[in-house]
């Protein structure tokens, strides 16, 4: 199914995102939590994609796995900036003859690679990925949004023109990355209705579980502790399981307000961790469409 018509319902969307095995070895673990996941019943699930297409094998693998195996829709993330066109052609051959139809399209970040004296200078931006999928054709296409701006963005001016060219371009719905203070996202709702951006747009929530995971997602995203987070933080940092329930709850509250507020979905970075899910799902009693 595609995710866009699971959006047309009046209900907010639930989706969860997972991610593959690096290595063969640990194939089975992640496939039992994905599995774990999936007995959730979400609207669908997203599986990511390794810095210069790294785990591209499993990330197939494990999305046609969610629909053979669990019946579940699934969203594969394809990332763009450190392959050949060749390549990511290849790939979505490879999503199509998996009759996977939905695809996450992202910039990714630009790395060396072991078989490549370069890195490929075929893409620089998602836009143009998605302009490949769009000429493809018969998929149905997500993308990233960054509610406080893109870690690389200059202005928030500069975010909104590139998240334009994405839509110009055709896709169908948008995926935040993760926030923790909603005012940040209302704010960015606003920009997105100025800027007559209209496409559907799902809150991206990450719980934060443990104080060791902290420092290199901001890092990475750019994104900022509220004060009352930090404070958590803190305060069960160095006690994990006191750290967990503080994290989910936080998650939780942050969800609770969204869903009064009116958003379109909520898509939770889950870590492949289902009792962190399931514990959100109890305390949200949000439940998907499906």
Known sequence: MYISEILRTAKPSLSFEVFPPKTDDTYGTVSQSVGELASLKPDFMSVTYGAGGGTSKNTVRIARELQELHEMTALAHLSCVSSTREEIFAIMEQLRNANITNILALG???????????????????????????????FCIGAACYPEGHIHSESQEEDMRYLANKVQYGVDFLISQMFFDNDAFYKFIDRLQAAEICTPVLAGIMPVVSAKMIDRMLSLSGTKLTPRLQQLVEKWGDRPEDMQKAGVDYASDQILDLVSNGVRGIHLYTMNRPEVARNIMENTKLTANR
């Open 108 to 138: 990714g970040d630009r790395v060396a690679r072991p078989d490549k004296e370069s890195c490929p200078d075929d893409y620089h931006y998602a836009y143009e990925l998605v302009r490949d999928i769009k000429e493809v054709g018969s």
